[in-house]
């Protein structure tokens, strides 16, 4: 054979190989994280995404390997199961079907998949996944300083203000230093010579725990473990070591803090007072060597302890640190622990200790100082460029025991000092310096909602003439969120529309905690409607699918023998000081309900309905007990609804309706559960209950002559027409006595917390986007542009904020589902949930020219991009592999389609529906027609 013909070969073998595997997998999943650590062996489900070059392309076939190493696995040997070749196009959350995987073992898996021709793909790269051990009260032991029964700390109810007057202020300061105070725990321990195989660490240390082995910080995480109702459930964290230890001496260090768990502080600003005990740690420590022995380090009372550096620390407080009470190398084998006293065996907490799979808090972003000013004799105020929820790190020189103190706010006073009045009031941060070299610092347990500094004691580092004082020589700001992925992306031609999904986001994000917390300064507490009224935005935006699990969780935890579902959750204080719906309102306690079938939507996954259904029954059986005639009266109503007065309680809106058509909407969702389930009987009831409710709903609230509800106000009315409440021959008159009232209102809206979404959604999907569009493109009050005109860069808690309390709330932020849903038309179908298929149908409006949108699907990246110039409109569109898309195109009759150049009608990878409908398969399009 010649060498040309030889070369000619050559690239047709390559040019084969290359096209017989042009499907690939990518982003191999367990449980919809990559690589799990503590997933439970009794639901195991792989995913995957799938690119291929051929447009249209599909699985037609799997096979999922499970091995007990990464060399069989290598080797493609499921020595634990084997799929073997399954026929299917499911690629997501797909069972395990071997023997029941063993708790704390590490098992190694791969997933290949047939093409629509039946060519494979190559193998995935080698996953891991960790199954979560078996962790009980038999083999824990909890640790501290003191034992609660000596602490003097008051029983683990909630303690809610007027402090004083109730005498809280002198109950809780008879608690013992100790039982409040943070501390360091640390163990010294011996590793074989031996090869490790595997060192796994699982702890939780409760409110918050820094761990350390070695003198280097295991993980990155804030105010781990996650926050939760500690009676019932406590998470712990699940770490892989191995790389951190050494043969010989070893040392383990944590540093514990308070927290929610033990709010106990007095001195300062504190929203409730409330202690599950002191702070405690729990540690295990599992070696397994390659010889098949292995090697355990518990917390149990051979630890020691001793305060730590941080003398004051309060979750709503602040925090204060000495550094000439640092301990250098505390947290390594060669320290002198001499001094330092026996860790206590305490009372174990409560709570069932469950592995945290959701992603942990982390510093995500960080600011530097854009401005600064000179208020005040002795302080400066530092403008750090945005507001957010976290905390400052500090570069500072000095002498010994000189003092920097930070108040932290959203806004300013008059007088250009930081203002704390309206957020919670003294919350600060205190640094004593050790005076021998730089100093950085930052606050370990606290964090506040701000956006300016105001540093007291300190010369500036740009200061020519620096006096006596320490100088500070940088501050950075941490923005702290849930580390979660960012699924969503939209721009459009419309700034306003474009810095409004800005604006709202650094909201969702500074609120996006162990919980969704409502602000992230003078509350931090997890307010439940937000979670479904803001649940699409969320959802297109981040990638939630650990999260929601968590608060489902939170929510089953909360909820009341009698079946009530807080309207906070966990329910650390009880708001009930306020008024009767800071606990029990059905738009609040609803998500309990809502959210699992939202969570459904988005990811096709029923886990939540099947797990949490008898918390959905219990709440609404709660709900019939309550109401009379089918009617329930109590509640929040449209929480801060607008108009000429002082938003709070809703005033446009009566109560009971809203109240009764949550009722009727979660009745109805739960006999839609147990249909699901299989539950006939409870299908049978809720259904029933659901057309009574309406029934009653109609007679009391709907006036036959006007066609209109309740009170007429845009709330009253578009719940109704939202829920499909409203009889069908009376549709069209309840959305034109919609339309009425805001076009009445110079085309604003009056709705609050509870309206926006079904007033949005009721106008978006019913044609009326051109009122949509008037209503929130403009810089006035009510609107999202009147609060970019004050240059804030977080949503804040009302629609003026010029009268509202907090900067950084995302409660009003419904507008987010309208920009991908309705503006770039990427929508779920409901009767296929999960985006495997779902739909495109792009609402140009108003004077929009472009929209580019995408939301990172289970699947892959959905992408739109549309565009209007010259009377030619152009969408493309990128649909991942093994998906399909029904595009609808807004467009004129008699127009002529044109698919990537061609008419559409010549095109044999796209089937026509209807007119201006086609389904797509995987791949790029390109669709225009010109309007003449």
């Not at 203002?419 to 004593?432: C, F, L, V």
Request: hydrophobic share 35%.
């Amino acid at each position: 054979m010649t060498r040309f013909y030889r070369t000619i070969f050559l690239f047709a073998t390559l040019a084969g190989s290359f096209f017989a595997q042009a499907m690939e997998v990518k982003n191999p999943t367990c449980e919809m994280l990559q690589n799990p650590m503590g997933i439970s062996a009794s639901q195991v489900r792989f995913g995957w995404q799938l690119t291929s070059f051929t447009q249209g392309d599909r699985q037609t076939a799997y096979r999922i390997i499970v091995s007990s190493s990464k060399a069989n696995a290598e080797k493609k040997l499921g020595n634990v199961w084997d799929s073997h070749e399954v026929k299917s196009g499911k690629s997501q959350l797909v069972s395990y079907g071997g023997k029941k995987l063993k708790a704390g073992e590490r098992y190694y898996w791969r997933v290949m998949a047939r093409d629509v021709a039946g060519q494979p793909s190559a193998w995935s790269s080698v996953q891991q996944l960790d199954v979560a051990p078996v962790i009980n009260e038999v083999n824990v032991r909890w640790i501290g300083a003191i034992k609660k029964a000596d602490s003097h700390l008051p029983e683990g109810k909630s303690y809610t203000p007027p402090f004083k007057k109730h005498g809280y202020d002198t109950l809780f300061a008879k608690v013992d230093t100790l039982a409040k105070r943070s501390i360091m725990l640390r163990k010294n321990f011996d590793i074989s010579k031996k090869t490790i195989k595997r060192a796994m660490v699982y702890v939780s240390g409760l409110g918050s725990y820094e761990l350390s082995i070695n003198g280097k910080r295991v993980g990155s995480s804030i105010f781990a473990p996650a926050w939760s109702d500690y009676d019932k459930t406590i998470y712990y964290n699940i770490y892989n070591v191995d790389t951190l230890l050494s043969a010989g001496a070893n040392a383990v260090g944590v540093l514990l803090g308070n927290g929610f768990y033990n709010e106990a502080e007095l001195a300062r600003y504190h929203k409730l007072l409330r202690s599950f005990g002191p702070p405690t740690l729990f540690f295990r420590m599992e070696v397994d060597y390659t010889d098949g022995t292995s090697s355990t380090v518990i917390s149990d009372n051979t630890w020691k302890f001793s305060p730590s550096p941080i003398t004051y620390n309060s979750i709503y407080g602040g925090e204060d640190y000495n550094a000439l009470l640092e301990q250098d190398g505390w947290d390594t084998p060669e320290f002198d622990d001499s001094t330092w006293l026996s860790a206590v065996v305490q009372e174990s907490p409560t709570g069932r200790l469950r592995a945290q799979l959701m992603p942990s808090v982390k510093v995500m972003q960080q600011y530097d100082v854009k401005h600064v000013i000179a208020p005040k004799k002795n302080a400066y105020v530092l403008d750090m460029g945005q507001n957010l929820s976290g905390f400052p790190t500090i570069k500072v020189q000095g002498k010994a025991g000189q003092v920097v103190r930070i108040y932290p706010a959203e806004s300013l006073t008059k007088d250009s000092l930081a203002d704390q009045k309206k957020t919670g009031s003294p919350h600060y941060y205190q640094y004593t310096l050790r005076g021998d070299s730089v100093e950085e610092w930052s606050p370990r347990f606290s964090y506040y909602g701000y956006q300016y500094l105001q540093v007291e004691n300190v010369d500036l580092w740009r200061d020519e003439s620096r006096g006596k004082k320490p100088v500070l020589l940088d501050v950075v700001s941490n923005f702290i969120y849930a580390s979660v992925e960012e699924t969503g992306e939209f721009e459009s031609s419309n700034e306003i529309f474009n810095r409004t999904h800005w604006l709202i986001n650094n909201a969702m994000k500074s609120n996006m905690q162990a919980v969704f917390t409502d602000c992230p300064q003078r509350e931090k507490l997890g307010w439940l409607e937000q979670t479904h009224l803001n649940g699409p935005g969320l959802f297109y935006n981040y990638n939630l699918a650990q999260f929601f699990p968590k608060s489902m969780q939170d929510m089953a935890d909360g909820q009341y023998r009698t079946g009530l579902v807080p309207s906070t959750v966990p329910q650390y204080t009880d708001l009930s000081v306020w008024g009767e719906g800071f606990v029990d309102s059905p738009e609040w306690g609803g998500a309990a309900v809502i959210v699992p079938f939202m969570y459904y939507q988005y990811y096709g996954d029923s886990t939540l309905i099947v797990r949490y259904f008898d918390v959905m029954r219990r709440y609404v059986d709660y709900l019939s007990r309550r109401a009379e005639g089918h009617i329930l009266s109590h509640g929040l109503g449209d929480w801060y609804d607008y108009g000429d007065f002082r938003a709070g309680l809703s005033r446009n809106t009566p109560v009971s309706l809203v109240a009764t058509a949550h009722y009727y909407y979660l009745a109805k969702l739960t006999a839609q559960a147990a249909a699901m389930l299989g539950k006939e009987n409870y299908e049978e009831k809720y259904t029933t209950l659901a057309k009574n409710i309406r029934w009653a709903f109609n007679t009391k609230f709907f006036d036959s002559d006007s066609k209109q509800y309740g009170t007429g106000s845009q709330t009253s009315n578009a719940i109704p027409l939202f829920m499909n409440i409203v009889e069908p021959q009376n549709r069209d008159a309840v959305l034109l006595n919609i339309v009425k009232d805001v076009q009445a209102h110079g085309n604003r809206l009056t709705t609050g917390d509870v309206g926006n979404r079904y007033l949005f959604q009721s106008l978006a999907r019913n044609g009326y986007n051109d009122v949509m569009y008037a209503m929130h493109n403009h810089y006035d009050v009510p609107g999202y542009g009147f609060q970019l005109k004050f240059g804030l860069s977080t949503l804040t808690e009302q629609w003026d904020p010029r009268h509202g309390a907090s900067m950084n709330h995302f409660m009003l932020g419904q507008i987010e589902e309208w920009f991908f849903h309705t503006l770039a038309g990427i929508a779920p179908d409901e009767k296929r949930p999960g985006f495997q298929h779902f739909r495109i149908a792009p609402v140009p409006v108003g004077d929009l020219t472009h929209v580019n949108a995408s939301y990172n699907s289970l699947y892959g990246k959905i992408k739109v991009n549309w565009t209007t110039e010259n009377s030619t409109f152009t969408l493309k569109i990128s649909v991942p592999v093994n998906t399909t898309a029904t595009v609808a195109l807004p467009y004129a009759e008699g127009v002529e389609i044109m698919l990537d150049g061609a008419p559409i009608e010549t095109a044999g990878n796209v089937k026509i529906l209807t007119q201006g409908s086609i389904l797509v398969g995987s791949g790029q399009y390109t669709f225009s027609y010109s309007e003449k």
